[in-house]
């Protein structure tokens, strides 16, 4: 049976460390904004919480396995314990791991999430593996690439010969930090859009944030997202969705037409936004999967993200199925999608 949902990426072991004597420093825009600490100190911290088998492809198998989708995950993680408690925390959510390689001698990729109040900066460290891509007896209805490796060129290159090999397949694309900005080892984003050509010109629908979007574009002081999201999409994409933070999402679909969705109207502040992304991105992929228009997909997104927004982790708050439709039913607020 085909899956409808074949997830990319590298799998992750989160370890959240809730600081409590700490400050936060922001430019006078409130944007660019650092946290810190005593230099040299010891820092004393409330909590420490582990949570397995995460990362932008992982959750987004998760979100698409509660949503009803038969969905698994292409990854790889070190023949270990803690390879064992990633592939197990997926299979406990119903995705299918038989596609997960566990690699002797090979760290499971483990970052640190420094919480500091409702934010949190990660410390990340991608293990290097040698990616290839499985075979497969049929294609998969979805494929959805996400955050890999500082080594993984040649990976986004096979998985580009396989797209040509199943044309009716949807691709999803949703960059990772080592997709985006530059690594010293390879130096490969120097020319990042020449090399991603083919990948982006493929795309169905594009994910990043505002400010992933000024880094792509090499944009840095352009804050037009209508400007941000045409220049994406003539890089290849049919339909680009681009978010920026509380002031929701917008789209741009394959006519050229703009949408925005606000976030949804939760009266609770977020508790700890790690993930909220990632299901913003696959929520809306999943609503497409399930035979929605754009706009409602993005509603998705955004209900689906705001769950994710009131627990610890990318995964704990997703909705199922009948939760998301129960919650779309009945926002405590406003929630319309208007032309932009």
Request: hydrophobic residues 35%; contains cysteine; aromatic residues 8%.
């Amino acid at each position: 049976m085909a899956l409808d949902f074949l997830a990319i990426g590298d799998p992750v072991i989160d370890n959240f460390i809730r600081l409590k004597d700490a400050s936060v420093h922001c430019k006078i825009n409130n944007e660019e904004c650092e946290i810190c600490m005593r230099w040299g100190d010891k820092i004393p911290y409330e909590s420490a919480t582990e949570v397995s088998g995460v990362g932008n492809a992982l959750n987004a198998a998760v979100a698409a396995a509660k949503l009803g989708l038969k969905s698994a995950v292409r990854a790889y993680v070190g023949l270990n314990e803690n390879g064992e408690k990633c592939i197990t925390a997926l299979r406990d959510q119903g995705v299918d791991v038989s596609l997960i390689e566990k690699v002797p001698g090979k760290r499971t990729n483990y970052h640190f999430v420094l919480w500091y109040e409702d934010n949190r900066t990660i410390l990340i460290n991608h293990e290097t593996f040698d990616y290839q891509v499985p075979a497969l007896s049929e294609a998969p209805r979805w494929l959805y690439l996400s955050s890999l490796g500082a080594n993984s060129l040649a990976y986004h290159k096979a998985w580009d010969e396989q797209l040509k090999k199943w044309p009716d397949t949807k691709f999803a694309f949703q960059p990772g930090t080592y997709q985006i900005q530059s690594s010293q080892e390879q130096n490969w984003l120097d020319d990042h859009l020449s090399e991603f050509e083919e990948l982006y010109k493929r795309t169905d629908i594009f994910f990043c944030n505002k400010e992933e979007a000024q880094r792509i574009l090499k944009l840095p002081g352009d804050t037009d997202i209508k400007n941000l999201l045409q220049k994406i999409k003539e890089i290849g994409p049919k339909i680009v969705v681009i978010t920026d933070d509380a002031r929701g999402a917008y789209a741009i679909d394959e006519q050229g037409e703009m949408l925005h969705t606000p976030r949804y109207p939760d009266p609770r502040p977020p508790y700890e936004i790690t993930g909220a992304g990632d299901a913003f991105a696959s929520t809306t992929v999943i609503a497409l999967s399930h035979g929605k228009t754009l706009g409602e997909a993005i509603q998705w997104g955004a209900t689906n993200a705001s769950a994710v927004l009131q627990e610890i982790g990318a995964q704990k708050g997703l909705l199922t199925l009948e939760q998301l439709q129960k919650n779309l039913s009945n926002p405590p607020g406003p929630f319309q999608i208007e032309k932009i």
